[in-house]
């Protein structure tokens, strides 16, 4: 095999040149609002009204007008006259007049004339009449009838992941279908002479394949549909029959092992076959020899074969690459909180560096414990909450430094 040459690429140059230049034609499909959670609105999404459309009651007691409450105290209450109740889901009759109040339930519509409520807690009652012993400025306890949600604002922004509040925002405006962008497809090949199924027997040479099944698990949490090819060998044929599968059946091809520069490493030569490489390796560790490539309509990611390695550049490069063929206007890997290192985690300048790490909350702030190993081992995707960020260029962190950690809740 001819010697190849790497020049390996900083991280965010790959999303910047690579990710975010991507014309990859994503479809618009409406979804019944309850079912578009995760997905990314593929147009902004106006309020049609107001929410909640009326002035209401933030609390149980008295719909007044505050101007009679002014300067009452204890000792010094103000009495009003109840000429009325207001019941939930009904608008009152009538309109309240200087003197006059009316019983109001939390959330109850405010009746015409009111323009405060007062807690019930400030009030003691006698028959037909309530002593006030505490004042209030108008407007107070009330919620206003577009305070939520005014009429003509964006509710969702285009390319904005639909969580719960929108939902909510969204069935309560009476919109129950929207249109998102479709998610894509991916189709991953594991490949390795060493590798297995994890129903077979192995030898002390061999590992069961664990890659591909815990990345059919984490795509599957994010509602990403996911197939996977047959345990492919180190044979180029081989490569080039599963990769083609993966193209015709998916958006995203994965290609799990292969990366390196081995004599058996066949993923670079399977890309080109298809199509063209864009990058060969990151200046990140783990995770160096990720490829990335691109057919006319299709993507190829060549990510290594060591667990650590395989997770870190899933969350770092696969991840996002979904994320931007999904619609969404942020694609780049956020930083979840800012947290303070357990230990001295020394490290090679050269490349940006990420440790596993498990986070313990002290002293209302949170500690993060590396988990350190090679990145042939699993067991610290495992144990795991996240990363933490060794910037380029930086001679490892510090005991009690403050550093950038990365959920792996936050895909």
């Not at 909640?52 to 103000?78: H, L, M, Q, W």
């Not at 490829?291 to 991840?319: H, R």
Request: hydrophobic residues 35%; glycine residues 10%; proline residues 5%.
């Amino acid at each position: 095999m001819k010697k190849r040459f790497q020049v390996f690429v900083p991280r965010t140059e790959v999303y910047e040149k690579f990710i975010d230049k991507l014309n990859i034609r994503t479809e618009i499909i409406e979804l019944n609002t309850e079912k578009s959670i995760g997905y990314a609105a593929a147009e902004d999404i106006l309020s049609p009204e107001n929410l909640p459309g009326f002035d209401k009651s933030t609390i149980d007691g008295y719909a007044v007008i505050a101007e009679d409450t002014f300067g009452v105290s204890d000792g010094n209450p103000a009495f009003l006259k109840i000429v009325g109740e207001v019941f939930m889901g009904e608008e009152y009759i009538g309109e309240i007049k200087s003197g006059e109040c009316v019983k109001i339930p939390t959330g109850g519509m405010l009746p015409d004339g009111a323009n405060a409520c007062i807690m019930i807690e400030n009030t003691k009652e006698f028959g037909k009449r309530v002593e006030i012993y505490k004042s209030v400025a108008p407007g107070e306890n009330i919620l206003k009838k577009d305070e939520d949600v005014k009429k003509d604002s964006i509710v969702v922004k285009k390319g904005e992941k639909i969580n719960t509040g929108h939902i909510h925002n969204l069935m309560s405006l009476g919109i129950t279908k929207i249109k998102v962008y479709k998610k894509p497809k991916v189709c991953i090949v594991p490949t390795g002479d060493e590798v297995v199924e994890p129903s077979e027997n192995r030898i002390k040479t061999q590992i069961r394949d664990g890659n591909s099944y815990a990345l059919m698990a984490w795509l599957k949490l994010q509602g990403i549909d996911v197939e996977r090819y047959r345990l492919i060998k180190d044979d180029p044929e081989e490569f080039k029959e599963g990769v083609k599968w993966a193209l015709e059946n998916g958006d995203i091809v994965v290609i799990s092992g292969g990366s390196s520069l081995g004599s058996k490493d066949y993923s670079l030569s399977t890309i080109e076959h298809f199509g063209e490489v864009l990058y060969n390796g990151v200046q990140v560790k783990p995770g160096k020899p990720v490829i990335f490539g691109k057919t006319d309509e299709k993507i190829i990611l060549g990510l290594p074969g060591n667990p650590t390695s395989f997770v870190v550049s899933s969350y770092l490069f696969l991840f996002p690459t979904i994320r931007k063929i999904s619609g969404f206007s942020n694609f780049i890997p956020k930083v979840d909180k800012y947290v303070r290192i357990s230990t001295n985690v020394p490290t090679a300048q050269g490349r940006e560096r990420f440790i596993f790490v498990k986070l313990e909350r002290k002293n209302n702030e949170f500690l993060a414990h590396p988990i350190l190993g090679e990145s042939g081992i699993a067991s610290p995707f495992r144990m795991a909450d996240g990363i933490v960020r060794i910037p380029l260029g930086k001679e490892g962190l510090y005991k009690d430094e403050i550093c950038e950690f990365y959920s792996f809740k936050n895909i």
